[in-house]
């Protein structure tokens, strides 16, 4: 991990962010500089400086307009690496030549000057948790400073959560299908879009809900757990159990040997092939298998988990599988289980469990009935659901293409408004309705009911009252006139915190490590009403605006909009 580095801004180095606390490192990608943004960000903080509005108090709010995959909420992921962005936020002299080279000869000397010395050390940040289930409209993060500094931090913030938030929402949204029960595993990497696509994936979707990544750097970089055995080249890379040179094993607590290891499984083959329950299912078994499942049994005797469909799953996979199993069982191992990749993973999974709990039934072994059953090959939501429509007996589900790369939405489409600058609310207004933003400096609020659920989200002024438990509000629709509705909430949760004060002297908000955040994502999850979350027709979740802030937005927009001429 990257080591820490010292404040923006002077005499910052005990406090970065000028409000207590430890420091913060620097982004996980060290691509992530200040020049990781578009070159309009430069061409408008050009002329920020050349109209001499470059220190302007601007605020924006980072937000999406759309929860992604046809759902109706989202997970809010990226925040930790946008901090870490904010902390480190000072151009070289190497990109202050390249932009200088980038941007017009007619640009002042003084703008590069202006360059050298701003940093984030005058912005302040509140944002959402990190986890937190989210919806559209409401600001994930308010970003204030002076305008052209924040200009230049759009693009890269934008980037930073769009992809995580979509990446942990798409996690999350597996893991409801699958069910609490089930161990999810990201196995992604090798789809993945470059390097940084899988790094972020492995973490966003650990962060989602799943328990393991196959990405080794993602475990030393997070410490996410590790999945993983062997492919099925590993398992063709064999011929015959006679390339086995080293055949013994020392038992589980070390009190006996194994001398020939590869006896002790042919003799369960043969035992499994005379048996009563299972004999018929299969003949003779594929041998280069076999040698393949023996060689990592003794390399692996406590880990054994057999990848059983590169020839056939019944008739060769699990029979040898089971084989070299029950020799474990010999010596006081435990094997892990199977993987099933291909084929009918319903019907192959049912068919394996029952072969499983015969094996225990007949030759009294307990537990073996339960063996883990993994299945993978090309996972989604659909073919989960469909798998549990259908009835199933995999315990767990290696997920991949479809889960790292978001195949059934690209992008979350998260986006970045000026809402204030020089205390003066902004507000851009578009033919389309859910283009236009909600102007001002705002504070937002969560608002539970008799049964625990969240029942709204709704935006204030700034300087409005906070609702208060026990009392009615009156929620609007922020655009739609005939949609309102009093509430009155049971609990109310402030949204935004603190996570970068600037010069505000605000206590600022500790950064979560990476399982304190899966944790509160799945506690958040776990507070939706069941019929927002469901994967088929869900129930949109409401976010509204104060009465007093709905009249705002209507009278401001009003009064920006042109008015027309009919001639």
């Known amino acids: 991990m990257a ?53 302007e108090r601007a605020v924006f709010d980072l937000y999406f307009r759309k929860n992604p995959f046809g759902g109706e909420y989202t997970v809010f992921a990226g925040l930790d690496e946008c901090i870490k962005l904010i902390a480190n936020f000072k151009f070289t002299e190497d990109e202050i030549a390249f932009i200088q080279a980038s941007l017009p000869p007619s640009c002042e000397i003084g703008f590069y000057n202006y360059l050298r ?18 919806f559209p409209k409401i600001p994930l993060m308010r970003v204030e400073g002076p305008v052209a500094v924040v200009q230049l931090l759009e693009t890269p913030l934008l980037n930073l959560v769009n992809y995580a938030s979509l990446v942990a929402t798409n996690a999350a949204r597996h893991r409801f299908v699958a069910g609490k029960s089930k161990l999810l595993l990201e196995f992604g990497l090798r789809r993945a879009q470059g390097p940084d696509g899988g790094i972020g994936a492995s973490k966003y ?96 005797p406590q880990n054994f988990l057999a990848l059983v469909d590169t020839y056939d799953v019944m008739r060769s996979g ?160 922020p655009f739609n006139e005939s949609k309102r509705a009093y509430v009155v909430p049971q609990r109310v949760e402030e949204l935004m915190k603190c996570f970068w004060p600037g010069q505000s002297g605000k206590v600022r908000e500790e950064l979560q490590p990476i399982k304190l955040i899966r944790e509160r994502c799945i506690n958040q999850l776990d507070l939706m009403r069941p019929d927002h979350m469901r994967r088929l027709n869900p129930t949109p979740y409401k976010v509204s605006v104060s009465a007093k802030l709905y009249d705002f937005i209507h009278f401001l927009w009003l009064n920006e909009a042109p008015v027309g001429e009919l001639e």
């Open 205 to 300: 979707c650990y962060m989602g809900g799943f328990d393991a990544t196959s990405n080794v750097a993602a475990g030393q970089l997070f410490g996410i757990p590790l999945r993983g055995t062997h492919s099925h080249a590993f398992v063709s890379s064999f011929m015959s159990p006679d390339e086995i040179v080293e055949k013994s094993l020392n038992s589980f607590d070390g009190s006996s040997v194994c001398k020939d290891f590869v006896s002790s499984v042919q003799s369960w083959l043969s035992k499994l092939k005379r048996s009563q329950l299972l004999g018929g299912i299969f003949g003779e078994t594929n041998q280069s298998e076999i040698a393949a499942f023996v060689s990592y049994a003794l390399a692996f």
């Open 318 to 477: 699990i029979p040898n599988f089971c084989a070299v199993a029950l020799a474990l069982n010999d010596l006081g191992y435990k094997a892990v289980g199977i993987r099933l990749d291909s084929g009918d993973l319903a019907y192959l999974s049912c068919e394996t469990r029952k072969f499983f709990q015969g094996i225990e039934k007949e030759f009294k072994i307990a537990g073996f009935g339960k063996t883990s059953i993994t299945a993978s090959n090309d996972l989604n939501e659909e073919t989960l659901d469909a798998l549990n429509k259908q009835g199933h007996e995999v315990d767990a589900f290696g997920i991949g293409t479809h889960l790292v790369t978001c195949y059934a939405q690209p992008a979350l489409g998260g986006v970045f408004k000026l809402v204030e600058i020089n205390k003066q609310p902004r507000i851009k207004l578009s033919e389309d309705v859910s283009k236009v933003s909600i102007p001002c400096k705002k504070r937002s609020y969560r608002l539970y009911g008799k049964e625990g659920y969240p029942l709204v989200d709704i935006m204030t002024g700034e300087n409005e009252p906070p609702p208060k438990v026990g009392e009615r509000i009156l929620c609007r629709h």
């Open 3 to 55: 080591a820490p580095v010292v404040a923006n801004g002077p005499g910052k180095e005990e406090n970065r962010g000028g409000g207590g606390g430890s420091s913060i490192g620097r982004p996980t990608n060290p691509m992530v500089t200040p020049l990781l943004t578009d070159l309009y960000q430069f061409t408008m903080a050009y002329a920020y400086w050349k109209a001499g509005k470059h220190n």
């Open 117 to 134: 010395g701003i940093d984030c050390s005058d912005v302040e940040i509140h944002a959402i948790s990190e986890g937190f289930v989210v």
